[in-house]
C-alpha cells in the first residue's frame, strides 16, 4: 500500500490537518483527516510538526509531505490561536523564513 499525497491544508474549527491522498493499490482518491491536540498559541510548530510525521498512525500517510509544509500549517494554526487572519499569519510566516541580507549573521 503506497500513498501518493496530493494536497495539505488545515481546518482551524475543529484544529485538524486534513490529506488529500491517492491510495495506488485501489486507485481511489481519499481524504485523512489528523486532530491536532495539545497545541497552543505557545507552542513549537517545528517539533508538533515532527511529532506528528513520526506519529505511527499518520506515518505513511505523510512520508511524501515535507516537514516544512507541516511546520507552515501548524504556523498558520498557531497564528489563528492568537487571533490573526490567515492573511496576517501568512505574512508573519514569511518574515520569518526570509533571510535579511543587511542583518550581521555573526
Known sequence: MTFIAQKCGICFQPPSIILIYRDSSQDKTRQRIMPV??????SDCSRAAEQLK???RHKAYLERVSLRQLQKLYSL??????????????????????IDPEEDMN
Open 37 to 42: 491536540r495539545n497545541f497552543s498559541k505557545f
Open 54 to 56: 513520526n506519529n505511527p
Open 77 to 98: 494554526l498557531r497564528g489563528h490561536l492568537e487571533g490573526q487572519s490567515l492573511a496576517e499569519s501568512l505574512e508573519k510566516f514569511q518574515q520569518e523564513e526570509t
